[in-house]
């Protein structure tokens, strides 16, 4: 009778998706696959806001299918995906499951020894936008690590890449390794959460081997510009933003706002000292606590109304910041070299390379990078 109500309860969710064979259905719709894995077992979740079943949180679905979640480890911006980026999260409870939260962006960055106690499984189920220094991949290594240290397996529920129609940007060096880049892969990678940890682990980029399994996708085309049904993280809400994330992140490590404390992040860019018929003025809210050049007029470029689909790393924008710079010497901040994994960028822009010129430095790392992503690739 048990395993009747099971499968009554999962036609119903399914019917409710409205899914056709045209339609692309991620890993974390094919819901009996999931339970093939997870039944009778312990349980631990690594999830967020994005985790979700059309409009239904992952973790009510399996709860409401009696599986056995243990804990919620939560990524940078928190299980519900409200605070800043780069904010201190704390553990917690979610409210309304009473499962508890280990935040992996406060205390430590990867799970301890006794938070896999007793735990049998972990699924992996967060929207990635596809570049480097978007932290969930950093999340994704110390999972992995974690995991294969404790002979545990890890299930990920494969999502699209909304960024995977290119590869672009500087290969990362391994001296500027960190939280916000691991791995020496270009700033624009090209591959879904799952082919990416079939890299981390065919590239032994953690020392032992991981029991992995990837739900896989269905219909999934990466050269398709996929419009993520709910915001990645609280700066990026709407796919062109989403799309010009990995030209002006850039900005983030410089004297420039990219528009954090504003209606449209990521959308718009400038600073007081630009010279421009444009302007906004960044103030402090949710999402965007005290930011850069708050309650200052920054004149700079409008964004907004583009509607040209970007499969490159625009450079000219950065360029064009530095060569109105009234302070060159301070324009590039603390950790620009790590965020784009190089310095080679910071010297090239400062000695007045074109965007042409430093695009064509990169196209011998790309090519090396290229043919070590072909071997993962799924889709």
Not at 190 to 197: K, L, N, R, S
Not at 358 to 365: N, P
Request: with cysteine.
């Amino acid at each position: 009778m048990a395993k009747i109500k099971q499968n009554i309860i999962i036609l119903m969710i399914l019917s409710c998706f409205g899914v056709n064979a045209q339609e692309l259905v991620l890993g974390a719709e094919k819901i009996n696959e999931i339970i093939s894995y997870t039944k009778s077992k312990n349980i631990a979740i690594v999830a967020n806001q994005t985790s979700l079943i059309q409009k239904t949180h992952l973790v009510d679905t399996l709860v409401s299918l009696n599986q056995d979640i243990k804990l919620i480890f939560s990524p940078e911006h928190g299980f519900r995906g409200k605070a800043d980026a780069g904010a201190y999260i704390n553990d917690g409870i979610d409210k309304k499951t009473g499962i508890p939260i280990l935040s992996l962006h406060g205390k430590y960055k990867k799970p301890k020894n006794e938070n896999l106690k007793n735990i049998d499984i972990i699924i992996f189920d967060i929207q990635d936008v596809g570049a480097r220094f978007y932290t969930y991949i950093s999340t994704l290594h110390y999972i992995l690590e974690a995991a294969s240290e404790q002979e545990i397996q890890v299930l990920i529920l494969d999502r699209p890449n909304p960024n995977g129609h290119y590869i672009d940007g500087p290969v990362l060096e391994e001296k500027y390794k960190s939280f916000i880049g691991k791995h020496p892969i270009p700033i624009v990678h090209g591959m879904t959460i799952g082919e990416y940890a079939k890299m981390i682990i065919g590239e032994k980029w953690i020392e032992k081997e991981c029991n992995l399994k990837i739900i896989k996708m269905l219909n999934y085309n990466r050269e398709d510009i996929y419009d993520l049904p709910i915001k990645p993280s609280p700066n990026l809400p709407n796919k062109r933003a989403v799309n010009l994330y990995p030209s002006l992140c850039l900005f983030e490590r410089t004297t420039i706002s990219i528009g954090r404390g504003t209606d449209y992040p990521f959308q718009h860019f400038g600073a007081p000292f630009l010279k421009s018929n444009y302007s906004f003025e960044p103030v402090s809210g949710p999402g965007s606590k005290y930011p850069k050049h708050e309650n200052k007029v920054c004149f700079g470029t409008d964004l907004r109304f583009q509607t040209k689909i970007l499969n490159f790393i625009n450079l000219d924008w950065l360029i064009e910041c530095y060569n109105q710079s009234n302070d060159k010497e301070n324009f590039f901040t603390l950790n620009f070299d790590q965020l784009a994994g190089t310095d080679k960028l910071r010297l090239q822009i400062i000695s007045g390379m074109s965007a042409k010129k430093i695009s064509e430095t990169w196209i011998e790392g790309l090519s090396k990078f290229q043919k070590t992503r072909e071997k993962y690739l799924i889709y």
